[in-house]
């Protein structure tokens, strides 16, 4: 097993909360004890079949048990919404971040901004990035939106004024092309300096001190592409990527199979990669978001999941959010079982792996001390 030495184990931030260096410090262990956390994004706002029911959550249906990591996003809290994208209220939001934090779990946020040059959603791909960076002419216009973020940051805290610590993840998928800050549509040098300034306001501007920074990629070949836009040591706490499985709706079994062959390959060499780069520089890494919808596949748990990650040490696996029936496209979007679902059985095998880690066992590794 790789140890790393603690002397590297340092957040970026020097002024960190003591929660947020413990649980940093505690990320690392995890890892060299090959303790793999569960996460689900979304998790205690709506399941397949339902919405703000207290304390419901469809992985806690199959399991009895909640996940150890709670994704969310604040797409929408540029405009000061009152929901975000995901239609979650960011009142409820910020009760149940305090509530998991509260019961030992972890709590991490993407951004899914809107384009700050159009005003069109994260997936406009008009030119933006260069013109909010300093010196752009929409910077103004990013330095409020990062204020109105700030504010909810800032509100992330318990009735004693212990702020709840963030896995942090802006500007995700980054070298894929869907998003208006991807690859394609800024220069290696514009994502950087945003990367910079972002992490420089919130931190020194705006004295927010909980939070770990997760630079976030999606699928890569090599080294060189995973780090082609990496703002550097000192501005990342964390590395990790995303990649999902895919297949045609009602897959033939043989399809089923090449789905499973392609997506474990694909996952593998990823993880390969990003361990080198990872332990080389002294980072703990997760895979931030990953699933396979409607989880066709009934032993896609153990057989494919934990079968492709066992061997390396990621700190945490989330999968995406159990939105439900698609209307408009008149299709189900769910990456999670519920009760009752086929894989629901391996989904039960999957949690009782001894190194496999939900909220319960979670609590227990007191990762804020």
């Given at each position: 097993?790789?140890?790393?030495?603690?002397?590297?184990?340092?957040?970026i931030?020097?002024?960190?909360?003591?929660?947020?260096?413990?649980?940093?410090?505690?990320?690392?262990?995890?890892?060299?004890?090959?303790?793999?956390?569960?996460?689900?994004?979304?998790?205690?706002?709506?399941?397949?079949?339902?919405?703000?029911?207290?304390?419901?959550?469809?992985?806690?249906?199959?399991?009895g048990?909640?996940?150890?990591?709670?994704?969310?996003?604040?797409?929408?809290?540029?405009?000061?919404?009152?929901?975000?994208?995901?239609?979650?209220?960011?009142?409820?939001?910020?009760?149940?971040?305090?509530?998991?934090?509260?019961?030992?779990?972890?709590?991490?946020?993407?951004?899914?901004?809107?384009?700050?040059?159009?005003?069109?959603?994260?997936?406009d791909?008009?030119?933006?990035?260069?013109?909010?960076?300093?010196?752009?002419?929409?910077?103004?216009?990013?330095?409020?939106?990062?204020?109105?973020?700030?504010?909810?940051?800032?509100?992330?805290?318990?009735?004693?004024?212990?702020?709840?610590?963030?896995?942090?993840?802006?500007?995700?998928?980054?070298?894929?092309?869907?998003?208006?800050?991807?690859?394609?549509h800024?220069?290696?040098?514009?994502?950087?300096?945003?990367?910079?300034?972002?992490?420089?306001?919130?931190?020194?501007?705006?004295?927010?001190?909980?939070?770990?920074?997760?630079?976030?990629?999606?699928?890569?070949?090599?080294?060189?592409?995973?780090?082609?836009?990496?703002?550097?040591?000192?501005?990342?706490?964390?590395?990790?990527?995303?990649?999902?499985?895919?297949?045609?709706?009602?897959?033939?079994?043989?399809?089923?199979?090449?789905?499973?062959?392609?997506?474990?390959?694909?996952?593998?060499?990823?993880?390969?990669?990003?361990?080198?780069?990872?332990?080389?520089?002294?980072?703990?890494?997760?895979?931030?978001?990953?699933?396979?919808?409607?989880?066709?596949?009934?032993?896609?748990?153990?057989?494919?999941?934990?079968?492709?990650?066992?061997?390396?040490?990621?700190?945490?696996?989330?999968?995406?959010?159990?939105?439900?029936?698609?209307?408009?496209?008149?299709?189900?979007?769910?990456?999670?079982?519920?009760?009752g679902?086929?894989?629901?059985?391996?989904?039960?095998?999957?949690?009782?792996?001894?190194?496999?880690?939900?909220?319960?066992?979670?609590k227990?590794?007191?990762?804020y001390?």
């Amino acid at each position: 097993m790789y140890l790393l030495p603690l002397r590297a184990q340092v957040l970026i931030d020097q002024e960190a909360t003591i929660e947020t260096k413990n649980l940093y410090q505690n990320l690392f262990k995890l890892q060299d004890k090959k303790a793999l956390l569960f996460g689900h994004q979304d998790a205690l706002a709506y399941g397949v079949t339902w919405k703000d029911v207290p304390n419901r959550s469809d992985v806690k249906d199959v399991v009895g048990d909640y996940p150890a990591v709670f994704g969310w996003d604040i797409g929408g809290i540029e405009h000061q919404r009152s929901h975000n994208i995901d239609q979650v209220s960011f009142a409820k939001m910020k009760a149940f971040i305090v509530d998991r934090f509260e019961a030992g779990s972890i709590n991490t946020i993407s951004w899914h901004m809107d384009n700050p040059q159009s005003l069109g959603n994260s997936w406009d791909t008009t030119t933006a990035v260069a013109s909010i960076i300093p010196g752009g002419k929409n910077h103004q216009l990013y330095v409020q939106w990062l204020d109105r973020a700030a504010d909810f940051l800032k509100e992330l805290k318990t009735k004693e004024g212990v702020y709840a610590s963030i896995l942090f993840r802006p500007f995700h998928e980054h070298n894929g092309g869907w998003f208006w800050w991807g690859n394609p549509h800024c220069s290696p040098d514009d994502y950087i300096k945003l990367w910079k300034f972002t992490v420089d306001y919130l931190k020194n501007k705006k004295n927010i001190h909980h939070l770990i920074y997760v630079y976030n990629t999606n699928n890569f070949q090599s080294e060189e592409e995973f780090i082609h836009r990496y703002p550097g040591n000192d501005y990342a706490d964390m590395m990790s990527f995303d990649t999902y499985q895919f297949a045609k709706p009602s897959p033939s079994k043989a399809e089923l199979e090449q789905s499973k062959k392609d997506f474990t390959a694909l996952l593998r060499n990823n993880l390969t990669v990003l361990q080198q780069y990872a332990q080389k520089n002294q980072k703990p890494m997760a895979l931030a978001e990953t699933g396979f919808e409607t989880i066709p596949d009934p032993t896609w748990w153990t057989q494919t999941l934990y079968a492709s990650v066992q061997d390396f040490d990621i700190c945490y696996v989330l999968i995406w959010r159990n939105h439900g029936l698609k209307k408009e496209e008149n299709q189900m979007h769910y990456y999670a079982p519920y009760k009752g679902h086929p894989s629901s059985s391996d989904f039960k095998n999957f949690y009782a792996l001894p190194n496999v880690y939900f909220g319960k066992k979670t609590k227990a590794l007191n990762l804020y001390k």
